[in-house]
């Protein structure tokens, strides 16, 4: 069992202890995409951690964009968040009901946005009811809070900084899809998107970093990073197909203490999307 990680994780003993203290709010971040056939929001509905809100990562995006959920302004986030009763001296804890993948990006979204006091709940609702922990079907009164956002530049990339990555190796790049897709070998699930992945980028699954929907122990993440060329002394940049589970990287690099890192928020639906931008195969 994990122990806890104020900057990032938390174990589900932990919640249990913690569910009913004032300034524990319980988030779930479940999202799933079109081709899962599966409906976050109706899951959270039929079954959720008692206390829950829902945070639709589609919805709090930026609408603007061409590209699927791109980190919104500020103003936006803090207006969603202080909606669902989110806000400054909560102690916000994050689950979901897959991978941990989406969970991780809501934490991202969260230190983003400056929101410090912020972890994932490691195993996330599968491991949480498989210990025989409560879940309900209660909706959560609403009760705004104020948020305070304070944008963290340091936390997201864009594709310029990420072509000067590419090009001058002053930060390495890490692509979090799986092997076949960074090849270049297998298609892209989104159409219109050449196949292949960032010139000098390092390939880590993201699913590599996972046993059972929990992050795996430090040694364990430490020691995949490493073998996969990963210099623990320079800056990341991490990447996948959306911006999704290039958090997952993120969240992985923040439990092993490395703490210069950033999301390409735009990732390979950004990047492979323009042809003047290089390409890598192999």
Same mark, same amino acid.
């Given at each position: 069992?994990?122990?806890?990680?104020? $900057? /990032?994780?938390?174990?589900? !003993?932990?919640?249990?202890?913690?569910?009913?203290?004032?300034?524990?709010?319980?988030?779930? &971040? $479940?999202?799933?995409?079109?081709?899962?056939?599966?409906?976050?929001?109706?899951? #959270?509905?039929?079954?959720? =951690?008692?206390?829950?809100?829902? #945070?639709?990562?589609?919805?709090? $995006?930026?609408?603007? $964009?061409?590209?699927?959920?791109?980190?919104?302004? *500020?103003?936006?986030?803090?207006?969603?968040?202080?909606?669902?009763?989110? &806000?400054? &001296?909560?102690?916000?804890?994050?689950?979901?009901?897959? !991978?941990?993948?989406?969970?991780?990006?809501?934490?991202?979204? #969260?230190?983003?946005?400056?929101?410090?006091?912020?972890?994932?709940? !490691?195993?996330?609702?599968?491991?949480?009811?498989?210990?025989?922990?409560?879940?309900?079907?209660?909706?959560?009164?609403?009760?705004?809070?104020? #948020?305070?956002?304070?944008?963290?530049?340091?936390?997201?990339?864009?594709?310029?900084?990420?072509?000067?990555?590419?090009? %001058?190796?002053?930060?390495?790049?890490?692509?979090?899809?799986?092997?076949?897709?960074?090849?270049?070998?297998?298609?892209?699930?989104?159409?219109?998107?050449?196949?292949?992945?960032? *010139?000098?980028?390092?390939?880590? /699954?993201?699913?590599?970093?996972?046993?059972?929907?929990?992050?795996?122990?430090?040694?364990?993440?430490?020691?995949?990073?490493?073998?996969?060329?990963?210099?623990?002394?320079?800056?990341? =940049?991490?990447? /996948?197909?959306?911006?999704?589970?290039?958090?997952? %990287?993120?969240?992985?690099?923040?439990? =092993?203490?490395?703490?210069?890192?950033?999301?390409?928020?735009?990732?390979?639906?950004?990047?492979?999307?323009?042809?003047?931008?290089?390409?890598?195969?192999?």
């Amino acid at each position: 069992m994990p122990t806890s990680d104020p $900057s /990032c994780l938390v174990s589900t !003993d932990w919640l249990a202890k913690h569910l009913d203290a004032p300034d524990v709010r319980v988030v779930d &971040g $479940s999202h799933h995409m079109a081709t899962a056939g599966r409906d976050a929001r109706a899951e #959270f509905e039929e079954a959720h =951690i008692p206390g829950a809100v829902f #945070f639709e990562i589609d919805d709090i $995006s930026d609408a603007s $964009s061409d590209l699927p959920h791109m980190a919104p302004s *500020p103003e936006k986030f803090a207006s969603r968040v202080r909606k669902l009763g989110l &806000g400054d &001296g909560n102690r916000i804890i994050v689950y979901d009901n897959s !991978d941990l993948w989406s969970a991780a990006r809501v934490w991202w979204m #969260f230190r983003l946005f400056g929101h410090q006091d912020v972890a994932v709940l !490691d195993g996330g609702l599968t491991r949480w009811r498989a210990e025989g922990h409560p879940v309900d079907d209660l909706p959560e009164p609403p009760r705004e809070r104020h #948020f305070t956002p304070r944008r963290n530049s340091m936390l997201v990339r864009d594709v310029t900084e990420v072509a000067r990555a590419s090009k %001058l190796g002053d930060a390495q790049i890490i692509d979090a899809r799986a092997a076949g897709r960074f090849a270049g070998a297998e298609p892209e699930p989104r159409e219109g998107l050449r196949s292949g992945h960032i *010139p000098g980028s390092i390939n880590v /699954c993201y699913k590599d970093l996972l046993d059972e929907g929990a992050l795996r122990p430090e040694k364990e993440l430490r020691t995949i990073f490493e073998r996969a060329g990963v210099d623990m002394g320079k800056p990341v =940049i991490t990447t /996948c197909g959306s911006g999704v589970t290039a958090a997952v %990287l993120a969240l992985a690099l923040e439990r =092993i203490g490395h703490r210069d890192w950033g999301v390409y928020d735009g990732s390979w639906t950004e990047w492979g999307a323009f042809d003047e931008l290089p390409i890598a195969v192999g």
